[in-house]
Every structure is written in C-alpha cells, then in structure tokens.
C-alpha cells in the first residue's frame, strides 16, 4: 500500500487548520469565560497572541501546500495551487491586519474566527482543482 500525494497533502493540511480552529474556538466567547471566570486557552494568553499564533500555523500550512506541489508536481496542479494557497494566505494576513487594526474588539474577533472557516472551506472547495 502507497499514499497518494494528495492524500498525505489534504490529511495534513486539515489536521493543522483543525488544530487551528481548536486553539480559536474559544475568542469568540472570550468576554463571557472571562465574565463568569472560565479559564480557557484564549484567557490565558489573550486575543492578541492567540490570533497570531493561529495566523502564523496556519501561514507555515500555506507554505507547506507549495511545498507540496513543488516536491510532487507530478501530482498536483502546481499553478492552481501555488496561486490558490498563495491566495488564501493574503487573505489571511489581511484579516489578521484588520483584526489588529480594529483593536481585537469582539466584533472583530467574530469576524476574525468567521474567516478562519471561510478559509477552511475553501480548501475543501479548492482541493478537487489540485
């Protein structure tokens, strides 16, 4: 038995965007756990760094998926990927930038960890053109 490249590539990729939204999924509620003295990861460490910790795992995924389709070109669209993953990666750092120009407020946060799935479902939306 042999993995596919494709394969090794979606299972790692989603395992570390999962482990992203694992580590956010508490700054949406961060007022709340605070309020009713909830200790979370996002508590402990504040809106700030969690949000560029997930930024920064998540820029090395977008590396590691051109890192991909360089090593096995064969097996991938390497265009479509590179563009696509560079792509997203930009729309990252962008909303991480409004984030911290909005000064983490809540509103911003919501739509801070809202983009992180929008991401997350375009790699599923995206992964048949690879």
């Known amino acids: 038995f042999e993995w596919h490249p494709s394969i090794i ?7 570390m965007f ?16 605070k309020a009713n003295n909830i200790e979370t990861f996002a508590t402990r460490l504040g809106v ?33 990927m590179i563009g696509a993953h560079a792509l997203l ?10 984030l911290g120009a909005a000064g983490y407020t809540q509103t911003a946060v919501n739509s801070f960890y809202r983009w992180i799935w929008n991401l997350f479902y375009a790699e599923y939306l995206l992964f048949p053109l690879f």
């Open 18 to 33: 999962a482990t992203v939204i694992a580590v956010t999924k508490d700054l949406p509620d961060i007022e709340g756990d």
């Open 48 to 80: 700030k760094n969690v949000s560029l910790l997930a930024v920064s795992m998540l820029l090395l995924n977008y590396v590691m998926a051109v890192g991909f389709a360089l090593k096995f070109s064969s097996h991938f669209n390497v265009p479509v």
């Open 9 to 15: 590539f979606i299972t790692c990729f989603v395992t």
């Open 89 to 98: 990666a930009l729309v990252l750092v962008l909303r991480s930038a409004k």
